[in-house]
């Protein structure tokens, strides 16, 4: 098993929609979550980082965690063609390392 | 000017030839990692550094090498380049412990063995 599974996508939303994106992981012990933007071509940039469980929003952004169920998610609100691109979920792993997934492509229609 | 930097940015070689990619970041952080990207297997860990005397193996680090030349630069070598390490590879930095374990990440080496 994977240490970190991303829904593989690609998803499709039409702009003004909500696409959301979810990510399970395996170690019990991580404590910091992060999701990563990574347009095609370009290094990743990081969008939300979160450690309590529930929400965090930041603008039209909501990364939602719950460590008992080993997940967490990410709400794009009010998509914008602006938004496609692929959304890279990090786990820290212990040792001030992470470990991410494969990523989810989003692709907003206008 | 772009905090963390990565030359060359594209790289044609040949199998068998050794080649260095460099990397270097202006934010002053201690840690700096080296990942390779690869179409449907995101990001892997090849290398990390915790500060110049400290240096540990990712996942991936069987024919690569690396060195720690100061705080600021972190080079990754290829000892003998192979076809299969032909891939997308990506110096970040980070800072410390929670929120400042954020990775900031450089542009990137486009990398074809040949």
């Known amino acids: 098993q994977k240490e970190v599974e991303q829904n593989s996508g690609p998803l499709s939303v039409p702009e003004g929609a909500i696409a959301s994106l979810n990510c399970t992981y395996s170690d019990r012990g991580s404590q910091s979550f992060f999701w990563y933007r990574q347009y095609s071509g370009k290094s990743p940039e990081l969008i939300m980082f979160i450690y309590s469980n529930g929400d965090k929003e930041d603008g039209r952004f909501t990364a939602q965690l719950n460590k008992a169920s080993q997940y967490v998610s990410l709400l794009i609100r009010d998509s914008q063609p602006s938004d496609s691109a692929t959304y890279l979920c990090a786990i820290e792993q212990g040792d001030y390392k992470l470990s991410f997934g494969a990523g989810t492509t989003v692709t907003v229609r206008a | 000017d772009a905090d963390v930097t990565q030359t060359p940015r594209n790289r044609i070689t040949k199998t068998g030839k050794r080649i260095m990619l460099e990397c270097s970041q202006t934010k002053g952080h201690d840690r700096m990692y080296w990942y390779r990207q690869d179409p449907g297997l995101g990001l892997r860990l090849i290398y990390y550094?915790?500060?110049?005397?400290?240096?540990n193996k990712g996942e991936i680090s069987d024919g690569y090498s690396v060195s720690r030349q100061a705080q600021a630069k972190f080079s990754l070598s290829l000892e003998s380049a192979i076809p299969n390490q032909t891939a997308l590879y990506f110096c970040?930095?980070?800072?410390?412990?929670?929120?400042?374990?954020?990775?900031?990440f450089g542009p990137g080496t486009r990398l074809l063995v040949l």
């Open positions: 550094s915790f500060d110049v005397k400290d240096i």
């Open positions: 970040a930095t980070s800072a410390g412990e929670g929120e400042q374990e954020t990775q900031y």
